[in-house]
């Protein structure tokens, strides 16, 4: 079979010459790359109810419910709810109780606890959105056979993990960055530090530019990673672009829909390679790796489990009423309890999950 070979910036990369998307090319685009257009919805959901802060709650349910919410639960499909998984990683699985433990305590220990509580999750969750598509390039670059080198790749890094910071950091260090009415800690520690949005702007150019560079000499040696390519190019104008709405809750939910409704794919068609790769069968799960078949039956399951966040939710109001009253944004604190303490919960799991990119990729097409 032919192999293409290729030199840049110390890449040495022979592959197989085998199409380079995950599934499909349609499937790809559809579920990963062009998906892209739903971080658009969000906001046009709050201007269309009025821009008032109830509608930024309202976009905050319907993102909740639908995707956001589905999306977390999805992660156990491949954690809590394989058994093989539990079997081999016991006290990974026993340590993750400590997450809900701890963000209930910082919710109710004090205000000052509680605001801290949201800056370490809005932190934390824009490297967990960065993370996946570095996951999906690393699955990409696998998928092609190509063996690139660390350069190579920390350039594509990079350019991803910088892309998100150059405007959310100038108005951190000018003031203007709140979420719903909570200006978080970092924005008061960032305050009036000019010389941080000069350095973080300057981070994003070297590494736009050496990208543009790379993806140039890659295009000269006769091959360019198109799926790669393209998924890059659209994370690094939505996360550039995003931070500059007036609304920064409603337009971070519209990076959090795209994610979310990217994940919920990624995690059915990684359930359904995993039991083609192992040849069994895993319970409940089977019914959503049926070739051609199971995305609804996947969903609702994820659906399924949403109570559970409606339980906790229920139960901190009844035990701390009136949790920080008066205070900004205390009206949203027991959502915040009941859905941090799983969300931490996935964005652990995952940190483990994404670095296994082979398991978006089948075994049929990588062997033969």
């Known amino acids: 079979m ?49 821009g008032t802060d109830t509608a930024r709650l309202l976009v905050n349910l319907i993102v909740s419910v639908l995707v956001g919410g589905p999306h977390m639960y999805a992660t156990f499909t491949r954690t809590v709810l394989d058994r093989d998984f539990v079997k081999n990683r016991p006290a990974f699985i026993a340590s993750s109780l400590l997450i809900p433990a701890a963000v209930i305590f910082m919710a109710v220990s004090s ?34 056979r190509l063996a690139l080198s660390w350069p190579s790749r920390l350039i594509d890094y990079a350019v991803v993990l910088s892309s998100l910071y150059p405007i959310a950091v100038w108005k951190m260090v ?36 050496a990208f543009i560079v790379k993806t140039f000499l890659e295009y000269r040696a006769g091959y360019v990673n198109i799926p790669k390519l393209a998924l890059i190019g659209v994370t690094v104008t939505l996360m550039f672009i995003t931070p500059a709405f007036s609304n920064m809750d409603t337009a971070f939910q519209g990076i959090n829909t ?24 895993r319970g409940l799960l089977h019914t959503i790796s049926q070739p051609g078949s199971g995305w609804m039956k996947f969903y609702l399951l994820c659906m399924a489990m949403l109570p559970i966040s409606g339980l906790l ?11 920080h009253h008066g205070l900004p944004g205390a009206a949203e ?18 940190a483990f999950l994404f670095t296994k990119p082979d398991a978006l990729v089948s075994s049929q097409t990588r062997d033969g």
């Open 174 to 209: 000018h003031g203007q960055f709140t979420i719903g009415q909570v200006t978080l800690k970092i924005s008061q520690l960032l305050y009036g530090q000019m010389w941080i949005t000069y350095l973080v702007w300057a981070g994003f150019a070297l590494a736009l530019i």
């Open 258 to 281: 795209w994610h979310s409704f990217q994940y919920l794919a990624l995690t059915w068609y990684a359930n359904r390679l995993s039991e083609e790769k192992s040849g069994q069968r």
């Open 111 to 144: 205000y000052e606890s509680y605001v801290w509580l949201l800056t370490l999750f809005f932190g934390v969750a824009s490297l967990h959105a960065l993370q996946q598509i570095l996951w999906l390039t690393e699955a990409y670059n696998y998928k092609a």
């Open 2 to 50: 032919a192999t293409t070979t290729l030199n840049v910036f110390g890449t040495q990369a022979r592959a197989r010459v085998v199409s380079p998307w995950l599934r499909s090319r349609n499937w790809d685009l559809t579920f990963i790359t062009f998906s892209v257009i739903t971080a658009a919805l969000p906001y046009a959901i709050y201007l269309t109810f009025g």
């Open 333 to 350: 604190v027991y959502s915040y309890i009941a859905i941090l303490s799983i969300l931490l919960v996935h964005y652990y799991h995952d």
């Open 313 to 323: 939710f229920l139960g901190a109001r009844l035990i701390w009423p009136d949790l």
